[in-house]
């Protein structure tokens, strides 16, 4: 039996490549070292079952045993034998953690941490995939079968993730697979004997063969058609050419800057980078019949850390709502109206769609799209909502203050995950010093809410300074100054110090100059604020940015206008629907109106250029500088290639038969000189034939140079100067090549350069230009230097290998052999 050594190493690598996807999964690197180990494993044994000549089915087995063994080796629980064997505790271990990874799967959203439940079942799936990979590649030798096992890792990402895998992982997957049918059909070929090209030319073992360079053409077009096809066709995706395109207004599915990617994407930097524009673009038109309609929300964000809060992924699972004629039973003081709200999206494309908190029933939207529970948003994970319409049942609630007093005091334990923060001394000091003496929730909120006042030193400002305590909130609430997504999270924070839910809420403000119950939000209109929940009573929205630089924002009266505060002893009667504020709507011909920073709108800050746009021209200077190369390694070697002559050569003037002096041949003397004449003889006639290459003119090494000026004579049909030129350099390699003393041709370079002239003068515009970019000779001599590097490696690889294989066979071993 062949070992096929080579094919199991590489399918083992080709089963890391197709893993590549699932670093879009996790949070960090750990995976993919706990994988790494269990696919080395794997390879190992199978390679010493083989050696061992052991049957496939045993191979199979010894394969499985090791993924065991390297599973009990990450994953210990103390009682096993030597630290490797598992035993029975072992395997109930295996169980609980399979249920912990189930229970991560069904709660936690991408990026996932590294819990061990969750990276047993990654190491356990990436292991058992690479003993798919060997058996099929190697011990049944199908290695197109592999390639469903490489699918099913592939499918991990996309089905869990909302965005479109990347396209670089795809692409390694890819070329591994393609890499590993290659290997197996070249294998296959070299069975037959030895190899020859289409010209009966043997090929050493190390060398391409034409079935090896036609197999990684159709790989590389296969690929390259894969990717492309979609960009061709925007039907059948949207990720791929939103991150690409240049964003001019709209907000798109980049990475990391616009909402694409639902709820994993920062909405903190795509409302930022959006609000952060010099004019305003239309983004949503609103139809309601409400005459003071709240907040469109579509995001949130509940995840705090000390950069501030960040967003989960939304699942989506749960059916719209789709009674629009329910009653919401409220409790005393709370008040429902029922509306209705046609949206219809312009420039806005994402996973996640607008609408007004407490939906009941929804229209337009097909089933791919579901409501999640948790945040209460509608998303999708196969559709966008670019260019889409759909209406909204919903009903606004309006709070008295009275009745948010009176809520409960029982939370869930997810309610409660939804009160904790890092903690941090100085924002639980100054929440004890801010809610002492408060009763209840309510009092604690408005106190926290009333810190916030104008009154207190808070300003609203675009170029918030940055403070070095390493928490975002604690920078903002020493420097007082920001914007909307600032002053929402510093809110959300003291919240949940004081131990009640909070999040923070992503959407638009209120649209201006309303007609007939239509208006246009803008970038300008994009808002962040902040959510509490009261028990019984619900999330309650409160905003604490300054309402100055807020272009509709609205103000109630449980959440009042911080720059007139309703003051204590006044009437606190039942909330009659949000209002908008006197600086909240300034007119649309002006983005600056209403901002004391003068640029951006309702948010923003000091933003350089986004990711992709980084990307994009890190791109292109790789492909230019790559573009670039050969031509700018060509034009060094000619410059290294020019005569020296001028500054070591003695010289004296050689005569012909007749005794006449011939002025351009003069011989050189010294030692030192004929070695210099011969080097710059031999240069200007490597030049001259590095120069035919270019222009793709047919090199016969077997020529003498006079043939070669022959024939090139006969071909360039230039004249009188192409002749002379190819003449002089023909003359100067033969006298350096056969007389004891080299000529000196004055004016070698020229000879060089009018050469170069003639060949150009009968060439096509194409072949000028091949010439001059991409010049044939030096892609040529990088080639070939490829394959020597490449062929000394393989086989000083080889020398290794059958050394190390020599001392440590285990058939030698076994039979005692030294």
């Known amino acids: 039996m062949n070992a096929r050594h080579h094919v199991a190493v590489i399918g083992g690598i080709v089963t890391l490549l197709g893993s590549m996807s699932l670093f879009s999964v996790f949070a960090t690197w750990s995976w993919f070292f706990y994988s790494t180990g269990a696919v080395i494993v794997v390879v190992g044994t199978a390679m010493l079952a083989r050696s061992l000549r052991v049957p496939l089915w045993a191979q199979v087995l010894l394969m499985i045993t090791a993924l065991t063994i390297i599973l009990t080796l990450y994953f210990p629980t103390g009682g096993e034998f030597l630290g490797l064997i598992p035993g029975p505790d072992t395997f109930r271990h295996f169980g609980e953690l399979l249920g912990e990874a189930g229970a991560a799967i069904q709660h936690e959203a991408a990026p996932v941490p590294d819990l061990d439940g969750l990276l047993m079942i990654v190491t356990l799936g990436v292991g058992g995939v690479a003993i798919i990979v060997d058996l099929c590649a190697v011990g049944l030798r199908r290695p197109a079968l592999a390639g469903l096992a490489l699918l099913a ?253 009176r809520a409960g005091t029982f939370l869930t334990e997810e309610q409660r995950k939804l009160t904790q923060v890092p903690p941090v001394p100085e924002i639980d000091n100054l929440v004890k010093r801010l809610t002492a003496g408060k009763d209840t929730e309510y009092d604690e909120v408005r106190a926290l809410y009333g810190h916030f006042a104008p009154e207190n030193g808070f300003t609203y400002s675009l170029n918030a300074p940055k403070g070095d305590s390493g ?69 309650v929205p409160f905003d604490a940015t300054p309402t100055v630089g807020v272009r509709g924002s609205v103000t109630n009266t449980w959440a009042p206008d911080l720059a007139s505060p309703i003051r204590p002893g006044a009437t606190e009667g039942p909330d009659t629907g949000p209002r908008a504020t006197a600086t909240a709507s300034p007119g649309p011909t002006d983005p600056n109106a209403g901002n004391p920073e003068g640029s951006g709108g309702a948010g923003g800050g000091d933003a350089g250029l986004p990711l992709w746009a980084w990307l994009t021209i890190v791109g292109v200077v790789l492909v230019i500088a790559v573009l670039a190369a050969p031509a700018i390694g060509r034009e060094a070697l000619r410059r290294r290639r020019r005569a020296r002559h001028q500054q070591v050569i003695a010289l004296e003037v050689a005569t012909d038969a007749g005794g006449a002096g011939v002025s351009d041949t003069l011989s050189a003397t010294d030692a030192e000189g004929v070695a210099q004449a011969r080097r710059d003889a031999h240069e200007a006639w490597a030049e001259l034939l590095d120069t035919m290459t270019d222009f793709a003119v047919p090199v016969d090494p077997t020529e003498t140079p006079r043939a070669t000026a022959g024939r090139l004579v006969d071909l360039t049909g230039t004249g009188t100067d192409g002749e002379r030129a190819v003449g002089k350099l023909a003359r100067s390699e033969e006298f350096a090549r056969y007389a004891r003393r080299p000529l000196v041709p004055d004016g070698l370079d020229d000879a060089v350069r009018g050469a170069r002239q003639a060949f150009a003068a009968r060439a096509t515009r194409w072949e000028r230009l091949s010439a001059t970019f991409m010049p044939r000779s030096t892609l040529l001599r990088w080639r070939l230097r490829w394959l020597s590097v490449s062929g000394a490696t393989v086989a000083r690889t080889g020398r290794w290998r059958d050394r190390l294989t020599a001392r440590l066979s285990p058939r030698r071993l076994l039979t005692g052999r030294r």
């Open 471 to 539: 928490n975002a909130i604690v920078d903002f609430l020493e420097g007082k100054q920001g914007f909307c997504v600032q002053y929402a999270a510093a809110l959300a924070w003291l919240v949940r110090a004081a131990g009640h839910p909070a999040r923070v809420a992503f959407g638009f403000t209120r649209g201006s100059n309303p007609v007939n119950g239509q208006s246009t939000l803008t970038n300008f209109n994009l808002h962040a604020w902040t959510e509490v929940y009261f028990p019984n009573i619900g999330w």
């Open 153 to 405: 890792i592939y499918s991990v990402p996309v089905a869990v993730l909302t965005t479109s895998v990347s396209v670089v992982q795809f692409a390694f997957g890819a070329a591994g697979f393609l890499w590993l049918l290659i290997t197996d059909s070249v294998d296959r070929v070299r069975r037959f004997g030895r190899r020859f090209t289409g010209e009966g030319r043997d090929i050493d073992v190390w060398e391409p063969s034409p079935l090896a360079a036609a197999g990684r053409r159709l790989g590389v077009v296969g690929i390259v058609i894969a990717v492309l096809l979609p960009v061709a066709m925007p039907g059948l995706t949207t990720g791929f050419l939103d991150q690409l395109r240049p964003n001019t207004g709209g907000v798109g599915n980049g990475p990391g800057t616009g909402p694409g990617s639902g709820g994993t994407v920062d909405l903190s930097a795509m409302l930022t980078g959006s609000l952060q524009r010099d004019r305003p673009y239309n983004m949503v038109r609103v139809t309601t019949n409400d005459p003071a309609p709240y907040y469109l929300r579509f995001g949130v964000a509940d995840q705090a850390g000390n950069d501030g809060f960040a967003s989960r992924n939304t699942s989506g699972t749960g059916a719209l709502p789709a009674d629009p004629d329910t009653e919401l039973e409220t409790v005393e003081g709370v008040t429902a109206e029922k509306y209705t709200a046609k949206l219809e999206m312009l420039d806005f494309d994402m996973h996640l769609a607008p609408i007004y908190l407490q939906p009941l029933g929804i229209e337009g939207l097909d089933r791919t799209w579901g409501w999640d529970s948790r945040f209460d948003l509608v998303s999708s994970k196969q559709q966008t909502t670019v260019r889409r319409t759909y209406t909204v049942t919903y009903a606004r609630l309006a709070y008295t203050p009275a009745a948010l007093r």
